[in-house]
């Protein structure tokens, strides 16, 4: 017989022992009603398909990377390390200290009156026809936008988009996230000379031409071209323009650095060519044309006929962009028209300003053991790196493509943050890039001069 004591400690003993078995029980049901949650989670929550894998953007990278690696100068991502003209800024403090209290509230959801009247006065000239600023123009919340509503608002299930490589990175993820699919063609260079301009990366015009097919309804095209600097000769739209002509092919015109064109090369805006303004979508930026990439505001300019889609897109999504930016942009644009015939005007002072910048930073790479492009356009500069391959062990850093390699390594040795071009290239072209790395030049001639000096120490290291 157990005694009174001995009894307690056996039920204790069996009733934590239970307690144990139906923690573990319950522990290990919780458990799997977690793992079927989460799984089901996981599948019903994932991302849509029409946005791939959500791979980084080279952008959220190398921002990142900037602010990891704080290197001595940072040649990435394009914005100008100085202060853009004194004008701008000064319309936008006159407005947020100003007495219109209005500037602070919506304004008209397709652009602000005072800025939609003030594009047509710019491009009016320009192109040869009176745009009417409340049914051909859209401002959008930086060029990023207008290429969005562009594309999401033409683009249906299945249809085809030419995209001319390298491309900026967004068209593709636009294109497919609209149910299109993209066809690339790629700019290749002539030659591989000492002395390379970015006229001698050109089209190989039976390719282009063997892309567009009946289920083809847009071609992007970017001149000035980013990274490039490529800017489209007469002859080279009118190939592209006779196509889409051909084909009844829409044409997304992205021109967002149309005021940095080097002598003696000119901007030719596609939709001045004969038939095409029926057919073009022109995209400019606010950030770009004035030096205020922060400002993010963009428009676009075509037909009300293809507007129309574009406010469709535009109307559901952001509806309306800043009103006092708009304003400000639009004092902006009045202060440059009333100077517009004199060199002072900054639509032609940045191209006189940049030159002296992308040729110190040619000669810079050049010296270095770079062969740089020499851009005719933008503020970019692509430079093949490979001379420079057995001065540098890249065994380290894990990437897949030998510029994203070069890039991270390069900016952790020598102190100069630069761009992997493979980003502007499609899965199958990226050995197309791999062999540059892009650098940005609308920087102040002392980062300019410290990127010299950063190079040159590098090399004599080596
Ligand atoms: N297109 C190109 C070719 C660009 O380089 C950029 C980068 N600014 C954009 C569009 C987007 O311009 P925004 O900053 O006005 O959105
Ligand atoms: N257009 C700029 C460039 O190419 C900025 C791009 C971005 O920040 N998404 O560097």
């Known amino acids: 017989m157990f005694s009174w004591g001995q009894f307690r400690r056996v039920v204790g003993t069996v009733t934590e ?47 990142q990377l900037a602010a990891e690696y704080k290197p001595a100068v940072n040649l990435g991502q394009g914005f100008p390390d100085y202060p853009p003209p004194g004008h701008v800024t000064k319309a936008l403090a006159e407005i947020a200290t100003g007495d219109n209290p209005l500037l602070n509230q919506y304004t008209r959801g397709f ?27 859209l401002v959008t919340s930086g060029a990023y936008e207008a290429l969005f509503s562009a594309i999401l608002g033409h683009v249906d299930t299945g249809d085809e988009v030419i995209v001319i490589e390298p491309f900026f990175d967004c ?6 996230s609209a149910g299109g699919v993209s066809k690339f063609i790629a700019l290749k260079p002539k030659s591989n000379s000492d002395n390379m301009t970015s006229a001698d990366w050109v089209l190989d015009e039976e390719e282009l031409t063997s892309l567009f097919n009946e289920k083809t309804k847009m071609l992007i095209l970017n001149t000035p071209h980013n990274p490039l600097g490529k800017v489209f000769t007469r002859a080279e739209l009118e190939v592209i323009a006779n196509l889409c002509k051909k084909h009844n092919v829409l044409c997304i015109s992205d021109e967002v650095y149309e005021w940095m064109v080097y002598e003696p090369q000119k901007h030719i805006r596609i939709a001045t060519l004969p038939g095409m303004w029926n057919r073009t979508i022109t995209v400019g930026s606010a950030g770009k044309t004035f030096s205020v990439t922060g400002w993010k505001i963009g428009w676009a300019y075509a037909p009300a006929n293809l507007m129309r889609n574009l406010q469709v897109v535009h109307q ?15 004092r902006s644009f009045e202060y440059e028209l009333e100077r517009y015939n004199t060199p002072e005007c900054y639509f032609f002072s940045i191209a006189r300003e940049l030159m002296p910048k992308r040729d ?29 391959a057995d001065k540098i062990d890249l ?47 609308i920087k102040k001639d002392e980062n300019l001069q410290l990127t010299d000096k950063l190079l040159r120490e590098w090399n004599a290291k080596k």
Request: aromatic fraction near 14%; include cysteine.
């Open 17 to 63: 022992v239970r307690t144990s078995v139906i923690s573990q029980l319950q522990l290990r049901k919780i458990a799997s009603d977690q793992l079927r949650y989460s799984s089901s989670m996981a599948d019903k929550f994932k991302l849509p398909s029409r946005y791939g894998t959500g791979e980084k953007s080279v952008w959220v990278e190398y921002i």
């Open 360 to 388: 110190y930073l040619v000669k810079t790479l050049r010296e270095n053991g770079f062969n740089p492009t020499i851009p005719e356009g933008g503020y970019f500069v692509v430079a093949d790196w490979t001379n420079l």
């Open 316 to 330: 559901n999504c952001v509806y309306t962009c800043s009103t006092p930016i708009q304003e400000a942009v639009a």
């Open 171 to 176: 068209y593709d993820y636009m294109i497919t």
């Open 111 to 137: 652009g602000h009156p005072r800025l939609v009247q003030n594009l047509s006065k710019v491009y009016s000239p320009l192109i040869g026809r009176e745009l009417d600023p409340f049914n051909e123009i």
């Open 395 to 441: 065994s380290s850093e894990p990437d897949k493509y030998k510029d994203y390699k070069f890039t991270k390594k390069f900016a952790k040795e020598a102190g100069v943050l630069t761009i992997p071009p493979t980003a502007f290239y499609s899965e199958a072209h990226k050995h197309l890039g791999e062999n540059y790395a892009r650098f940005c030049f």
